[in-house]
T-cell receptor
Framework: EAEVAQSPRYKITEKSQAVAFWCDPI?????LYWYRQILGQGPELLVQ????????DSQLPKDRFSAERLKGVDSTLKIQPAELGDSAMYLC????????????FGSGTRLTVV | ELKVEQNPLFLSMQEGKNYTIYCNYS?????LYWYRQDPGKSLESLFV?????AVKQEGRLMASLDTKARLSTLHITAAVHDLSATYFC????????????FGKGTSLLVTP
């Protein structure tokens, strides 16, 4: 069964350092999402891509977060500088197109900022 | 702004008992999703409900959707310990680019 690949699985970083997460969606999935899930809460959308274009980044803290999907395939989410409040699970999801029902989530990256 | 509310947020139940988790949402949508999440893990898709009146069942779990009432339910029959997890409902809307909007989750603990 096709999967959404994410790396790393776990990341510990010091406050004020830079950190990056990578996501490779299922082949042929044009739509890609990054979600942040703080412990004990539901996932919240950070950014949505359609191919290489950003569809929605209204909840992305742009002073420190950036996201790109240069060739419309894999994607990178970066935080610089990291803050203690960024400690969370970062989930990537993809779907073939916006009309499709099924989302597939990756295994996530657990970030701890110390 | 779309709001998705789940209740209860915490549920402790004995094995063998039945219970229902409720999911209300604030804006008309025909698509409702249920996910399961184990501690430290990602989201596992349980059900996708795509129309009013949709009902789906898998094992001891059954989900239904009433789009007119903006309500979905996840019913647990004869609970077993393996069902202990956090359950999320989520809704997507065309005017939000079809991104999923999640509830806060229901943390379920099934005890002997």
């Amino acid at each position: 069964e096709a999967e959404v690949a994410q790396s790393p699985r776990y990341k510990i970083t010091e406050k004020s350092q830079a950190v990056a997460f990578w996501c490779d969606p299922i082949s042929g999935h044009a739509t890609l999402y990054w979600y942040r899930q703080i412990l004990g809460q539901g996932p919240e959308l950070l950014v949505q891509f359609q191919d290489e274009s950003v569809v929605d980044d209204s909840q992305l803290p742009k002073d420190r977060f950036s996201a790109e999907r240069l060739k419309g395939v894999d994607s990178t989410l970066k935080i610089q500088p990291a803050e203690l409040g960024d400690s969370a699970m970062y989930l990537c999801a993809s779907r073939r197109n916006v009309a499709a029902g099924g989302y597939t989530f990756g295994s996530g990256t657990r970030l701890t900022v110390v | 702004e779309l709001k998705v509310e789940q209740n209860p947020l915490f549920l402790s139940m004995q094995e063998g008992k039945n219970y229902t988790i409720y999911c209300n949402y604030s804006t008309t949508s025909d698509r409702l999703y249920w996910y399961r999440q184990d501690p430290g893990k990602s989201l596992e898709s349980l059900f996708v409900l795509l129309s009013n009146g949709a009902v789906k069942q898998e094992g001891r779990l059954m989900a239904s959707l009433d789009t007119k009432a903006r309500l979905s339910t996840l019913h647990i029959t004869a609970a077993v310990h393996d069902l202990s997890a956090t359950y999320f409902c989520a809704v997507d809307l065309s005017n939000s680019g079809y991104a999923l909007n999640f509830g806060k989750g229901t943390s379920l603990l099934v005890t002997p």
